[in-house]
């Protein structure tokens, strides 16, 4: 991507489109458009078209989403399917009318079926029975996914899919009705800190696995990838590692300096048992991430209160 190159960044103000546009200014892009969802509803199909013909852009990151934790999930399938279903067919089809160069979908580790091996490879993909609590927004996902190849198939339209693992960082949702697991707990153990609560709740045993990655380094993996792949085939990013939600209830614990016991709440679901990517495609490419797990809960806490806090 030369410096210069037109940049369209959808989902420019979330956790993911914002880190992308962090990285790309980084790099020195100067030629980088978003619009907010007041200015353009991206479910919207003449809006998308009308906008996608004023930007021609040569590049485009797919960030734009309906997001959400396992509770959003389970109480609003409908939106969950149909809203995703509606942005990113609306954006490959304008994407593909403008002849933008390359298009980057952004899917998700819950594309993968509940009990496939882990790691997870990539060619797992519809091999199983899927997470119940998120199908919806996986089968919206898994339909991006083959719009992409398909697209490449009748049209030549270079379209890459990446699937990340569980994201977190700066710009994350807290709200802890839709937010998921790791922000949850930044924000759970500050208030049990700040109101000196002798204990903190954490749903379900403790005992599934999770990788999580931070954003940062998923938008310096996305920026690789646009320079750097060029298949069909759908790659995995991640950190090739994970934790229990008790080590993770832990190590944000010691980060925020509490104090007090953490509790499992046995009857709130665990979700996966496991979900760990296997990245070797993506380092086989050459690529690594470069934020430790401490070292970004540390920063998305300073964050947290610098910015939700204050
Ligand atoms: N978060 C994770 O752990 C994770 C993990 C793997 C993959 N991903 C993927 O990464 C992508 C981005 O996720 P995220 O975590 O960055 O989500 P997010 O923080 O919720 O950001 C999504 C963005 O999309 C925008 N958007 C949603 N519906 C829209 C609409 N109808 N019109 C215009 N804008 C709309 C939202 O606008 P508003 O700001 O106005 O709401 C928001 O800025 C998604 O494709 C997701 O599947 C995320």
């Known amino acids: 991507m030369n410096q210069h190159a037109r940049i369209y960044v959808a989902g420019h103000r979330g956790l993911v489109g914002s880190a992308i546009c962090r990285k790309l200014r980084s790099l020195g892009h100067d030629n980088i458009s978003t619009r907010s969802r007041g200015e353009v509803d991206l479910r919207d199909q003449a809006a998308v078209n009308q906008l996608f013909s004023e930007l021609k852009p040569d590049y485009v990151f797919m960030a734009a989403a309906k997001v959400g934790g396992i509770l959003a999930n389970d109480k609003y399938p409908a939106e969950f399917l149909g809203e995703n279903l509606q942005i990113q067919t609306n954006i490959i089809e304008a994407a593909h009318r403008v002849d933008t160069k390359k298009f980057l979908f952004l899917g998700s580790s819950c594309i993968y079926p509940k009990f496939a091996e882990q790691p997870i490879r990539e060619d797992s993909l519809l091999t199983g029975a899927l997470e119940p609590t998120n199908e919806w927004y996986a089968i919206a996902k898994i339909a991006g996914i083959k719009m992409c190849q398909a697209y490449r198939k009748q049209f030549g339209f270079n379209a890459i899919s990446a699937m990340p693992t569980n994201l977190y960082g700066p710009g994350d949702n807290f709200d802890l009705h839709s937010s998921h697991v790791l922000p949850a707990l930044l924000r759970k153990f500050h208030t049990a800190k700040v109101e000196e609560q002798s204990e903190v709740v954490v749903w379900g045993s403790g005992k599934p696995r999770r990788e999580f990655l931070h954003a940062d380094d998923l938008a310096d993996a996305l920026c690789f990838l646009m320079d750097h792949y060029d298949s069909p085939e759908i ?76």
């Open 235 to 310: 790659i995995n990013v991640g950190v090739g590692s994970d934790v229990t939600i008790a080590q993770l209830a832990e190590l944000i614990g010691s980060v925020v300096g509490y104090s007090g016991s953490i509790v499992f709440d046995q009857t709130k679901p665990d979700g996966t048992p496991r979900k760990l990517l296997d990245v070797s495609k993506l380092t086989q490419l050459g690529w690594k991430p470069k934020i430790s797990l401490e070292a970004g809960i540390r920063s998305t806490y300073q964050w947290y209160l610098e910015t939700v806090k204050s």
